[in-house]
Each structure stands twice: as structure tokens, then as C-alpha cells.
């Protein structure tokens, strides 16, 4: 079987070679370095994998819209495999009604991800082309290692957000330490974060709701993945960075179920002109940067993602 990992290898490689790349700020202090918070210094990307490898639960947050932090998730994946592991592969971007679709697809077409999409209706969710997030799924597969839908269901925001908590399946409830309430200053940082993400146009009123929805999805991905440690060795969550913060998302309810899990919580995050330490980064995040390691990237577009909210909104209106 040594042949086709190296087969599958050079495919993959070929296949990250045609991928689409982020070219604005490749010149930036910090573009390409990887910053360890606990230690306060850059660390080697070896040494990132070494701590990696040391993890059960490796959490990898991205921007949705940026190739390259794709492609250095799957770098990431890939040398986890490389080094012995046989981590599981969660993804917020698959949901549970995707779950008999994806298990049909693996069967039928074990080393192929290409197709994947297509078998999991990918182009009727609104995420990123799936020939994205294909070298990760491609990746899992030359290890053997298992994908997983780890989301709700998109029709269920709505309950969540009018019914609360109890609108999730009894089991994963259950499970899902959601009765353990955010203090009063996280929950009001995610407030915030909530409202300037939606560029300060949903009235605080109905961010409750919101704020329902965002914490169950970290607990219903927090639970995927402790579920996918049981039958792998390790697990790899791919997800937005917002999910993987160390303060109150996905590694609290991990470490609420498992008060010593070895969790490692990583961000992609894009540089910004004039910002060219780590530190300028925090502020963002409530003063300190919510992650074990940040790694810098080249960003893709120079566009205001709030002028592109709006423009969503007005396609929105326009079709209705």
C-alpha cells in the first residue's frame, strides 16, 4: 500500500498546485509565521505539528473565503497522518442530513473526494466550492482517516432560536454541557462580536436568538467530535475561527466533558496593513488573542466584508 499513498500524495499536491491563492500582503512582517500565545514567541511549523501530534482534539479555524487556510489545513492533516496518527475528520461545514449521502459516497469511492461534493448537495449550501475543502477530504482518505458531518442541520436555527436549547436532539442535549451557563462577560463579548459581524444592522434586541443558535453549534461541534474520538485515535475539526476560541467556544464544552482533554485550538488569521506584531491582533478578540497558536496568512481580497453584506442583502431583497 506504500505505492498509492505515494500516489495519493502526489495527487494531492497537484491538485493544492491548482488551487486558487491569496496574493495581497505575501510581503507582510508576519505573512507565513505561526505565534505560540502561551510562549509569546514564532515557533516552527515543526513544532507546531509536534504539539499537534501530542493532542487528541486539533482544532483548525479558518476564514471560510481564504484557499490558503485550506490548503494549510490539509498540510496540517497530512503530517499529522505522516507522524503516526489516525485523526478523524470533523467538518462544521457538513451537517447530520449530509451524514447517509457522505457514508454512501466513502463506500462507492473510498480514495476519491472529488465527487464528494456533488453526493452531498455541497453546491446548494452556500459554503466555499468544494474544490477547497477537496484536498482535506482527499487527505483524510490516503490515512484512512473517517469524515464526519459534525453540524446541525441548518432548518433547526430557526427552532433553536424560538425554542432554545431544548430544540436539539434529547441525546445531544444530554451531552452538551449547554446547561452550564457563558458568565455574564463572555456573553456579552459574543453580543458584540455578533453585532459588529453583522455590521452593526440587526438591532441587539434579537441577538439573543443569535447568540442560542452560536452556542449550540459550539456544543453540537464540541460533541461531534468527542463522539468521532471513539472509534479514532485523535480528531481534526475544521471550522470557522470562531469556533475554535479558547474562551467560550468548541474548547470550553470539550473541556467541560473531558476536564483534561488535550485540546489544541489553532486560527488562521489574515494580516492587515499597519498591524505587524501579534499583539496588534488581540484587540479584536477583547484584548488577548482566544487561541493556543495563530497562524499569519496572506489575505485574498481587499474588499469591505461589510459593503459585501450589504450587497448580499440587497440581491436578497431584489429576488423576493
Known amino acids: 500500500m506504500k505505492w498509492l499513498a505515494t500516489v495519493v500524495f502526489v495527487f494531492l499536491t497537484a491538485c493544492q498546485s491548482q488551487l486558487p491563492r491569496a496574493t495581497l500582503n505575501l510581503d507582510h512582517a508576519l ?8 510562549q509569546n514567541n514564532f515557533i516552527s511549523y515543526e513544532e507546531l505539528v509536534a504539539s499537534a501530534s501530542k493532542s487528541k482534539f486539533v482544532l483548525l479555524g479558518e476564514k471560510h473565503d481564504n484557499p490558503d487556510h485550506h490548503i494549510f489545513q ?19 461545514m457538513l451537517d ?17 473526494a ?7 448537495k455541497w453546491q446548494d449550501t452556500g459554503w466555499p466550492n468544494w474544490d477547497w475543502y477537496a484536498p482535506i477530504a482527499n487527505t483524510a482518505f490516503s490515512g484512512g482517516s473517517q469524515i ?12 433553536l432560536a424560538r425554542q432554545g436549547f431544548d430544540a436539539l436532539p434529547a441525546d445531544v442535549l444530554a451531552r452538551s454541557k449547554l446547561e452550564i451557563p457563558l458568565s455574564s462577560d463572555q456573553l456579552g463579548r459574543l453580543e458584540d462580536d455578533i453585532f459588529i459581524s453583522h455590521c452593526k444592522m440587526m438591532p441587539r434586541k434579537h441577538l439573543g436568538a443569535v447568540i442560542k ?32 476560541r479558547t474562551d467560550r467556544a468548541v474548547p470550553r464544552y470539550l473541556k467541560l466533558r473531558q476536564q483534561n482533554a488535550q485540546v489544541l485550538s489553532m486560527a488562521f488569521v489574515e494580516v492587515q496593513d499597519g498591524a505587524l506584531i501579534p ?32 450587497a448580499q442583502l440587497q440581491k436578497m431583497k431584489k429576488k423576493s
Open 96 to 112: 447530520w442530513n449530509q451524514q447517509t449521502a457522505l457514508d454512501a459516497y466513502l463506500k462507492s469511492q473510498p480514495m476519491d
Open 114 to 120: 472529488s465527487g464528494l461534493g456533488n453526493a452531498v
Open 31 to 38: 505573512t507565513g509565521k505561526i505565534w505560540s500565545v502561551a
Open 213 to 244: 443558535v452560536q452556542q449550540a453549534r459550539d456544543a453540537v461541534l464540541a460533541d461531534a467530535v468527542v463522539e468521532a474520538l471513539k472509534e479514532s485515535d485523535s480528531v481534526v475539526l475544521i471550522a470557522g475561527s470562531g469556533h475554535v
Open 148 to 159: 464526519i458531518a459534525a453540524n446541525f442541520p441548518r432548518i433547526l436555527s430557526p427552532k
Open 279 to 310: 499583539g496588534d491582533y488581540a484587540e479584536q478578540y477583547g484584548g488577548a488573542l482566544p487561541f493556543d497558536f495563530v497562524w499569519f496568512t496572506a489575505r485574498l481580497e481587499d474588499i469591505d466584508p461589510c459593503e459585501k453584506f450589504k
Open 74 to 92: 490539509a498540510r496540517i492533516l497530512r503530517a499529522l497522518i505522516k507522524a503516526g496518527k489516525r485523526p478523524a475528520v470533523a467538518f462544521e
